[in-house]
């Protein structure tokens, strides 16, 4: 899960950290799952994602991974209702896919809103979404995602087969949110 806790100002912002996401976890009866580094190279002009400032006390090291916190709803799956080929269609061997691993090297993404001028919107990539739909859900499964940004965790679970409910709340991107995601 990212969060941006950019208040707009010129001034550096610390990005909440793992913990904060546990805390609030706290106040749920979901369970975590799995904490997933994801390192982000360095962007198409050579620049670390989020620069510092020059001096001492102003300097905020690169931002070159945001920690990926993975919950599930408490209880048992329940696997009656669902059919055979759509459990063995899933399969994954771990032996051999470096997205079983617990870092994740994807390049970062960017989105620019259409009509909420001015936004900054984080946009995770395609790519680090389809991973953790395909790791932790089935085809007709529900993912949710309560920092819907861009909305691209419903774009891709839309497209892998998977119902999804975003939340988001600046009402401004709702166009946005539509117009990227298709729905």
């Not at 996401?21 to 620049?47: C, S």
Request: include cysteine; charged fraction near 30%; proline fraction near 7%.
């Amino acid at each position: 899960i990212g969060v941006d806790a950019s208040d707009g100002s010129d001034e550096p912002q610390l990005h909440p950290d793992a913990m904060d996401m546990y805390d609030a976890r706290i106040e749920t009866d979901f369970i975590v799952r799995e904490q997933i580094a994801w390192v982000k190279p360095f962007n198409h002009d050579g620049l670390a994602p989020n620069g510092s400032f020059p001096r001492p006390w102003g300097v905020l090291l690169n931002n070159m991974h945001e920690v990926v916190i993975i919950f599930q709803k408490p209880g048992d799956r329940e696997y009656d209702d669902m059919s055979e080929s759509v459990i063995e269609d899933i399969k994954i061997n771990k032996t051999e896919n470096e997205m079983c691993d617990d870092v994740w090297r994807i390049q970062p993404d960017s989105w620019s809103p259409e009509y909420a001028e001015g936004e900054d919107i984080p946009v995770f990539p395609d790519k680090l979404v389809r991973r953790c739909i395909q790791l932790w859900s089935y085809k007709g499964d529900t993912v949710l995602d309560p920092f819907l940004g861009s909305g691209t965790t419903c774009k891709v679970a839309k497209d892998m087969e998977r119902d999804s409910i975003g939340y988001e709340l600046r009402e401004e991107l709702k166009r946005d949110i539509e117009s990227y995601t298709g729905v």
